[in-house]
């Protein structure tokens, strides 16, 4: 018989950030307003054009006038020669700031005007000298692209790019000019466009326009808004350019987001450098500070496996308002149903490295409570009683349960099933990455069901089974979003799950799982995955080119063994 399915449990997300990674070339072009128009060679002057009016400026606040003047004259004549072969350059932003510049400089070198100094901006000495940097946009961290070179350069007293600067202008500055962003004409993706903008400049490195807007010693304030940087983070800019602007590893080329650890990043690496007994304590401290946040008047009951008695599992955090024999009797169920699923557990088991901690709440007015406070979810769908959440940075695993009945009923699966929905959610949500709706919806039941084959609720699911594959008019739809009803969705994902299962086991199931992670766009990376938001966002293909690469089978196939499955039952 077809195991039979749940009602659908959409899946529940903490946000996810967004990495974007861009593409620089070695020489990118400023956007601009004409840039379509524009030849290779044309775009390289333009650029060189913007870096020598801006060195233009560090010349006249050195006071070296007859410089300046040459300067001023043969940039001059290259930018009219420039404007008459593109018909004018009119609305392009780089060639309005170079006009800028320009006329700045005129009007510095004109008869009896004052020189030009250097006057700190007076919110310089209110610069915060401790403190977090203000973020202004946390995404970061992809591999290394292009080829990758460590110089072992570093400026003084060991500043270097990487370490010093690049996380200040990638989480300062990259939402306004990275990204395709380019306020004011400035767009830093790499290195390699950061110093071919002449926003930095190496003959006159305090002059450069970067530390000087940086400094707040040029207007406008950078960054806008409220966001500070800290005097150490204008030092280390300001120290690194005077060293020479070099780039100590990396390619020139590669995105500046590549050299900034994300939080996940820096929170996976401080997790691996902690030994068990460490991870375990400090998993049971966060579940114990997420139980009281939830239910301030309630005094918890903890229990604790060790790793040995609940290997796949890391071991086992258990914490509820239920009695202590209440999570004895749950714990003795994950011990059993966690090896079911050890096929399809990631290298780390359920959850990643760690014992799994499981919440348990007895009402279902607890079980809401936890997630408004845990995840800020304040409305859970009155068909999800178990869910499970793992951040990618592995700081975190766990379960969420609602305490149902032992006995099943047709419209209860029972605690024991409940279980398995929940380490069901583990196992696929501990590999990242989007899993399609049938697989979420399906994997869960169709586990239960190897365990208990009379349970009613599940049973009673597996009824709409038939129903649903009547009106599946596409067999080639059959992986797509929206092809069922939701209330249907249970019933076909599990009877999927069951059809693989029979064709190649638990292992290849796995194998699948393994597949859908590695393709997950590099773009929506799963910072958090979390039963009851995660479902809602489909792959677009439903998982069929990862079926196609595991099993070899098609949509229509599939959909073909399925009729055949439910005919049989």
């Known amino acids: 018989m077809t195991p039979p399915m749940r009602p659908p449990r959409p899946r529940l997300l903490t946000a996810v950030a967004v990495l974007s990674v861009v593409a620089a070339m070695a020489l990118s072009p400023a956007p601009v307003a004409a840039q379509g128009e524009l030849t290779r060679e044309q775009r390289v002057e333009l650029v060189g054009l ?39 350059l009119e609305g392009d932003r780089y060639a309005g700031l170079i006009e800028e510049d320009l006329a700045e400089a005129r009007t510095a070198l004109a008869p009896g005007a004052a020189p030009v100094e250097d006057e700190p901006h007076p919110e310089m000495d209110d610069m915060p000298v401790d403190g977090p ?15 990758a070179m460590d110089t072992g350069d570093s400026g003084a007293g060991g500043i270097t790019f990487s370490k010093d600067v690049a996380p200040t202008l990638v989480n300062m500055c990259g939402r306004c000019h990275m990204n395709g962003q380019a306020r004011g004409g400035f767009e830093m993706n790499s290195y390699q466009e950061l110093m071919d903008s002449g926003y930095v400049d190496t003959d006159d490195p305090e002059g450069g326009r970067m530390i000087r807007l940086m400094g707040q010693i040029e207007q406008p304030k950078m960054p806008p808004g409220n ?24 390619n020139p080329s590669a995105p500046m987001r590549s050299l900034v650890p994300t939080a996940a990043q820096l929170a996976r690496a401080a997790m691996a450098k902690m030994s068990d007994g460490e991870l375990a304590a400090a998993r049971l401290e966060r579940a114990n500070e997420l139980f009281k946040k939830a239910l301030r008047r309630s005094t918890p009951t903890v229990v604790q496996v060790p790793d040995s008695a609940s290997p796949v599992t890391g071991g086992l955090i258990l914490i509820g308002n239920v009695d202590e024999a209440r999570l004895n009797q749950i714990a003795d169920w994950i011990k059993k149903d966690a090896e079911r699923l050890e096929p ?14 499981v919440f348990v709440m007895k009402s279902r007015f607890d ?19 178990a869910d499970a959440t793992v951040p990618d940075d592995g700081s975190d695993a766990y379960i969420a349960l609602q305490d149902l009945r032992d006995d099943a009923t047709q419209s209860d699966p029972g605690m024991r099933a409940n279980v398995i929905f929940g380490l069901s959610e583990a196992a696929m949500a501990g590999r990242g990455g989007d899993v399609p709706a049938w697989l979420s919806a399906g994997l869960g039941p169709a586990i239960a069901f190897d365990v208990d084959s009379q349970n009613p609720a599940l049973r ?3 009824d709409r089974l038939p129903g649903a594959l009547s009106r599946l008019s596409k067999p080639d739809e059959l992986l797509m979003p929206g092809t069922f009803a939701p209330e249907e969705m249970p019933a076909v994902g599990a009877a999927m799950v069951s059809v693989l299962r029979k064709n190649g086991g ?64």
């Open 50 to 88: 913007k870096r020598d009016a801006v060195r233009l400026g560090g010349l006249l606040r050195r006071g070296e006038t007859e410089d300046a003047k040459a300067m001023l004259a043969e940039v001059e004549a290259r930018f009219a020669k420039l404007k008459e072969a593109t018909g004018g």
């Open 367 to 385: 079980y809401q409570e936890f997630h408004a406070a845990a995840s800020g979810l304040f409305e859970v769908p009155a068909s999800v009683t």
């Open 133 to 147: 940097a203000m973020n202004g946009n946390m995404a970061g961290g992809n591999a290394m692209a292009g080829g």
């Open 460 to 462: 009673a699911m597996s």
């Open 506 to 569: 638990d292992k290849k199931l796995g194998q699948l799982l393994n597949v859908m992670a590695a393709s997950a766009p590099a773009e929506e990376p799963a910072m958090m995955m979390n039963a009851m938001r995660r479902g809602n966002r489909n792959r677009g293909d439903g998982g069929a080119a990862a079926l196609l690469q595991v099993y070899g089978a098609t949509p229509a196939q599939l959909a073909a063994r399925l009729v055949a499955a439910a005919r049989g039952r």
């Open 344 to 357: 399809l557990a990631g290298e780390d088991g359920l959850g990643g490295r760690g014992p799994l901690t």
């Open 227 to 250: 966001a500070r940087i800290k005097r150490s983070q204008w030092t280390n800019a300001r120290d690194w350019a005077v060293a020479g602007a070099k780039l100590d590893k990396g």
